[in-house]
């Protein structure tokens, strides 16, 4: 089945830095979704994005629906300890199912 | 007080057994699914219901059977489990069908071992 191509696949940094991620299809999306999952948890949903060049900001986590519609990344601002875990972008075209991405496995050091 | 609740969280069997997962939602919502999450963490749908009807149905094998007594339950039967279905399953509900505007929520994971 399809699958969502994110990157990086796993990055480890140092509290305080901001982190970077994306996420690219090959076939356009209606909503692009991006969740975080905690160890031994089930995903939980961080943004909804539901228009190309859509900017969503939710605390220090920022999102954007790419202009291609083939794309959308996720920033976090200044991460603390508490934003380890598995990261995952979804797409949907319109009422059809969600396409997990293969995640992004962020660890943040003290 | 909990959302989506799933039972077990823990689950290890022989293979060739038969086992149930159960899933139960008090949020009102119309729509339920049970994700598959393997050992690289990709999940992936394999049912979903809208008031007790199915309405999608993934290639999955026909070892697996959903069962939605009511709206607010989803159950997942395995029969004959093999070592290929070790996996996280996830159990999701949703206000509505599938679309732009209706968030998943999803439940704790079933961590099924099979031996």
């Known amino acids: 089945g399809q699958q969502l191509n994110q990157s990086p696949q796993s990055m480890f940094i140092q509290e305080g830095e901001d982190v970077s991620m994306n996420c690219t299809s090959s076939?356009?999306?209606?909503?692009w979704l991006w969740y975080k999952q905690d160890p031994g948890e089930g995903p939980v949903l961080l943004i909804a994005?539901?228009?190309?060049?859509e900017l969503t900001s939710n605390g220090r986590l920022t999102a954007q629906f790419g202009i291609t519609r083939k794309d959308s990344f996720l920033n976090i601002s200044a991460s603390i300890p508490s934003d380890v875990g598995i990261y995952f972008c979804?797409?949907?075209?319109?009422?059809?199912?969600?396409?997990f991405g293969t995640g992004t496995r962020l660890q943040v050091f003290p | 007080d909990t959302a989506v609740s799933q039972t077990p969280k823990y689950l290890v069997t022989q293979m060739g057994n038969d086992k149930s997962i159960k899933c139960e939602q008090n949020?009102?919502?119309?729509?339920m699914y049970w994700y598959k999450q393997d050992s690289k963490k990709f999940l992936k749908i394999m049912f979903s219901?809208?008031?007790?009807?199915?309405?999608i149905n993934e290639t999955v094998p026909n070892r697996f059977s959903p069962k939605s007594p009511d709206k607010a339950h989803l159950n997942l039967h395995i029969n004959s489990l093999e070592l290929g279905d070790s996996a996280v399953y996830f159990c999701?509900?949703?206000?509505?069908?599938?679309?732009?505007?209706?968030?998943?929520?999803f439940g704790p994971g079933t961590r099924l071992t099979v031996l």
């Open positions: 999701a509900s949703s206000q509505g069908r599938e679309s732009s505007y209706n968030e998943q929520f």
């Open positions: 076939s356009i999306f209606n909503t």
């Open positions: 994005l539901y228009k190309a060049g």
């Open positions: 979804a797409g949907q075209r319109y009422t059809d199912k969600l396409i």
């Open positions: 949020l009102g919502h119309d729509t």
């Open positions: 219901y809208n008031n007790k009807e199915l309405i």
